[in-house]
């Protein structure tokens, strides 16, 4: 690989954000990534969106579903799914020394003469903007390299709760804000706070968390540009939480409407503001936000969580599944060659969430989880425990020791 010289500019991949038809944001920075294509043909919290918007997607822009990805979470996790594709395929941006992440109506504004020009959104933070040819001028992302590279970070400005211009009153905590404005949901943040603060893992965070738990302001949207070793740390953090609240709380959350099952996306924001108090090089910039007249229409009658959590996702988190899973998936030399220290790191972060699991269910017996005959797919679920992988999984688990000895007998049970 030939070494960058000094003088040359770094490499930027900005991903935005698409889970329906918009203005395209696509250049040699800008990569447009269409959110949830796993899940194009079920409603968003927008509606459906026709065959004809699909193809122009796809056509257009990346899509979160290949590789390794949670495309199929993406009702609940929304921009977090394009987040953790370019995390898992980074190869595929072309390996940037920068990456950042927006959406396709809001975008980073560096320019304050152009935003003291424009009008303020309702939130009193954003500011309204028009699509036009001297628009794509101002947040030209080429012309800021060098601002960008100055920094680990770029962020959005922080948003202050009590900046939103019609609110019904002064709020007090960014909890009190999440509970108005977002569903009167408050379980995954509740839970966020109890892991931070009670986990010795986290003890670094136990104190910066007061400071978002205490006070009125955030940094809001996921949105950023960042280094890459910052950027891959930074996943590493926030998915982790992330996947330990959507274990715990996914079933319950995956129940609501298409509105508050958005839950986890809203407190990842909070989560991801934790983050980056712990960065001390970081540059703030204002946000604009487009300004459509045209909205999808919701179809209320469209429920697609009836299938999101089942009985075969239970057993698909069983410790069994994933260690058999692992060990099978393990298919080229370097991934055998790291299967111990895979193994390890699922073992390791299943009994984390066992742990915190145990704990709530001490402080709330109502949240034990149903059994697997409680379920319309448990003749399925069965079928996955009868898999030659589970199996293996769970001898693994059950004989450590000796279960090189135990694997012939299986294996001719399969063989028959």
Same mark, same amino acid.
């Given at each position: 690989?030939?070494?960058?010289k000094?003088?040359?500019?770094?490499?930027?991949?900005?991903?935005?954000?698409?889970?329906k038809?918009?203005?395209?944001?696509?250049?040699?920075?800008?990569?447009?990534?269409?959110?949830?294509?796993?899940?194009?043909?079920e409603?968003?919290?927008?509606?459906?969106?026709?065959?004809?918007?699909?193809?122009?997607?796809?056509?257009?822009?990346?899509g979160?579903?290949?590789?390794?990805?949670?495309?199929?979470l993406?009702? =609940?996790?929304n921009?977090?799914?394009?987040?953790?594709?370019?995390?898992?395929?980074?190869?595929?941006?072309?390996?940037?020394?920068?990456?950042?992440?927006?959406?396709?109506?809001?975008?980073?504004?560096?320019d304050?003469?152009?935003?003291?020009?424009?009008?303020? %959104?309702?939130?009193?933070?954003?500011?309204?903007?028009?699509?036009?040819?001297?628009?794509f001028e101002?947040?030209g992302?080429?012309k800021?390299?060098?601002?960008?590279?100055?920094?680990d970070?770029?962020?959005?400005?922080?948003?202050?709760c %009590?900046?939103?211009?019609?609110?019904?009153?002064?709020?007090?905590? =960014?909890?009190?804000?999440?509970?108005?404005w977002?569903?009167?949901? $408050?379980?995954?943040?509740?839970? *966020?706070?109890?892991?931070?603060?009670h986990?010795?893992?986290?003890?670094?965070?136990?104190?910066?968390?007061?400071?978002?738990?205490?006070? #009125?302001?955030?940094?809001p949207? %996921?949105?950023?540009?960042?280094?890459?070793?910052?950027f891959?740390?930074?996943?590493n953090? $926030?998915?982790?939480?992330?996947?330990?609240l959507n274990?715990?709380?996914?079933?319950d959350?995956?129940?609501?409407?298409?509105? #508050?099952?958005?839950? $986890?996306?809203?407190?990842?924001?909070?989560?991801?503001?934790?983050?980056?108090?712990?960065?001390?090089?970081?540059?703030?910039?204002?946000?604009?936000?487009?300004?459509?007249?045209?909205?999808?229409?919701?179809?209320?009658?469209?429920?697609d969580?009836?299938?999101?959590?089942?009985?075969?996702?239970?057993?698909?988190n069983?410790?069994?599944?994933?260690?058999g899973?692992?060990i099978?998936?393990?298919?080229?030399?370097k +991934?055998?060659?790291? $299967?111990? +220290?895979?193994l390890?790191?699922i073992i390791?972060?299943?009994?984390?969430?066992?742990?915190?699991?145990s704990?709530?269910?001490?402080?709330?017996?109502?949240?034990?989880r149903?059994?697997?005959?409680?379920?319309?797919?448990?003749?399925?679920? +069965?079928?996955?425990?009868?898999?030659?992988?589970?199996?293996?999984?769970?001898?693994?688990?059950?004989?450590? *020791?000796? *279960?090189? *000895?135990?694997?012939?007998?299986? +294996?001719?049970?399969?063989?028959?």
């Amino acid at each position: 690989m030939k070494e960058k010289k000094e003088n040359q500019n770094p490499s930027i991949k900005i991903l935005v954000g698409y889970h329906k038809p918009a203005e395209l944001l696509k250049d040699d920075i800008l990569t447009p990534i269409h959110l949830g294509r796993a899940l194009a043909t079920e409603a968003s919290k927008d509606g459906n969106i026709s065959k004809d918007d699909y193809k122009w997607m796809c056509e257009n822009m990346i899509g979160d579903d290949t590789g390794d990805n949670i495309s199929y979470l993406n009702r =609940c996790l929304n921009e977090l799914t394009g987040i953790y594709w370019a995390w898992k395929n980074y190869d595929k941006l072309g390996n940037p020394d920068y990456i950042g992440f927006m959406h396709y109506r809001r975008h980073f504004i560096f320019d304050n003469n152009f935003t003291n020009s424009l009008q303020l %959104n309702g939130d009193g933070y954003s500011y309204i903007i028009n699509i036009n040819k001297q628009y794509f001028e101002y947040i030209g992302f080429e012309k800021y390299i060098n601002l960008i590279k100055q920094y680990d970070v770029i962020l959005p400005k922080l948003f202050n709760c %009590n900046q939103v211009i019609e609110k019904p009153h002064t709020f007090t905590t =960014c909890k009190d804000f999440l509970c108005l404005w977002n569903g009167n949901q $408050l379980s995954a943040y509740k839970l *966020f706070i109890f892991i931070i603060t009670h986990l010795d893992r986290y003890k670094m965070y136990s104190s910066l968390v007061n400071e978002i738990d205490q006070n #009125t302001v955030y940094y809001p949207y %996921n949105m950023f540009i960042m280094k890459k070793d910052i950027f891959f740390k930074y996943c590493n953090f $926030l998915f982790e939480v992330v996947f330990l609240l959507n274990d715990i709380l996914g079933y319950d959350v995956s129940k609501r409407d298409v509105w #508050t099952r958005r839950e $986890l996306a809203w407190v990842s924001e909070y989560i991801s503001t934790l983050f980056f108090y712990t960065v001390k090089h970081k540059y703030e910039t204002d946000i604009g936000m487009i300004n459509f007249n045209n909205v999808f229409k919701v179809n209320n009658k469209t429920n697609d969580s009836e299938n999101f959590y089942s009985a075969v996702k239970v057993v698909q988190n069983h410790l069994s599944y994933k260690i058999g899973k692992a060990i099978i998936n393990a298919k080229t030399f370097k +991934l055998k060659f790291l $299967l111990p +220290l895979t193994l390890l790191k699922i073992i390791k972060h299943h009994r984390l969430e066992y742990q915190i699991y145990s704990c709530l269910i001490e402080l709330n017996p109502g949240l034990k989880r149903y059994s697997l005959e409680s379920y319309s797919d448990y003749e399925e679920a +069965l079928k996955i425990k009868n898999y030659f992988s589970y199996k293996l999984g769970n001898l693994i688990i059950k004989h450590p *020791f000796t *279960f090189i *000895f135990r694997l012939p007998q299986i +294996l001719r049970r399969y063989k028959q």
